[in-house]
């Protein structure tokens, strides 16, 4: 496992897994001389022993690691940290976008890269995970009424519970439900605007931001994942429903907590 300079130790540390060791040094560099810290990892093992005695703020990660699973490894992450997770990698085909936000990504980025852009979805990320998404206003030409939270951003709705400062979402039987960012992103917007449908455009905006560059499918694939986590049943959904043509809605009552 090779490090970079000991940069601030206050800065947010980040971590970049990739077997092209002229790709952790380019990232590296690019990134440490704007005033983040990174780690440089060639190998999954070597990742999470990190995330252990160090674990870093977010996770570049490159698919294409030799005899391991990148995948695989986004799983672990997700199932035992909370951290960002972007997928840098050579594959981009649809199907491995989808798959990458299957198993948890926050972004995904296709090489080669501009690492100007590679930086901004960083930042997106980051963003995300500290602050949460500020989607107040509607979509344009929508009736329904404005949102029913208002005031503290801790909520609850059927059996959970939501706190937008702490980023925590709670189950009175389950306990502490473990969410991407960008899954409590949408989910924060889905209570902001409970009770109206919100198209897929408007939920991209709220909760990603053009920036990012977010691709076709996003939000259905992270409904899904949220689905699977809150419903009893996910094929039949009760809280967040699908309205052909139009988009999603919370199809619950929320109430400030």
């Not at 206050?10 to 990739?18: E, G, K, N």
């Not at 995904?108 to 501009?114: A, I, L, N, R, S």
């Not at 951003?153 to 937008?164: K, L, Q, S, T």
């Amino acid at each position: 496992m090779a490090g970079v300079h000991n940069w601030v130790v206050s800065a947010t540390h980040l971590a970049v897994l990739d077997d092209e060791i002229d790709i952790t040094q380019l990232i590296a560099r690019y990134l440490g001389a704007v005033g983040f810290r990174v780690t440089q990892l060639h190998r999954g093992a070597d990742l999470l022993a990190l995330m252990q005695h160090d674990p870093p703020a977010l996770v570049l990660l490159d698919l294409g690691l030799p005899d391991e699973d990148g995948f695989a490894i986004a799983r672990q992450l997700r199932e035992h940290h909370r951290c960002g997770l972007v997928i840098v990698s050579g594959r981009g085909d649809a199907v491995d976008k989808v798959v990458g936000l299957e198993v948890g990504a926050d972004d995904y980025v296709t090489k080669p890269f501009d690492l100007r852009e590679l930086l901004a979805r960083v930042k997106a990320v980051l963003r995300r995970m500290e602050g949460g998404a500020a989607a107040t206003a509607g979509p344009a030409g929508n009736g329904a009424v404005a949102s029913v939270v208002t005031g503290r951003e801790r909520w609850g709705f059927a059996d959970f519970e939501i706190d937008v400062a702490a980023r925590t979402l709670s189950h009175a039987q389950r306990g502490e439900i473990t969410l991407t960012a960008g899954e409590f992103d949408l989910l924060v917007t889905f209570c902001r605007h409970a009770g109206r449908v919100l198209s897929r455009d408007f939920l991209l905006d709220a909760t990603r931001g053009r920036e990012a560059g977010p691709f076709d499918r996003t939000i259905d694939v992270q409904v899904g994942r949220i689905r699977r986590k809150l419903e009893a049943d996910p094929e039949n959904p009760s809280l967040i429903k699908s309205v052909r043509g139009a988009g999603y809605l919370l199809a619950v009552g929320v109430e400030p907590r």
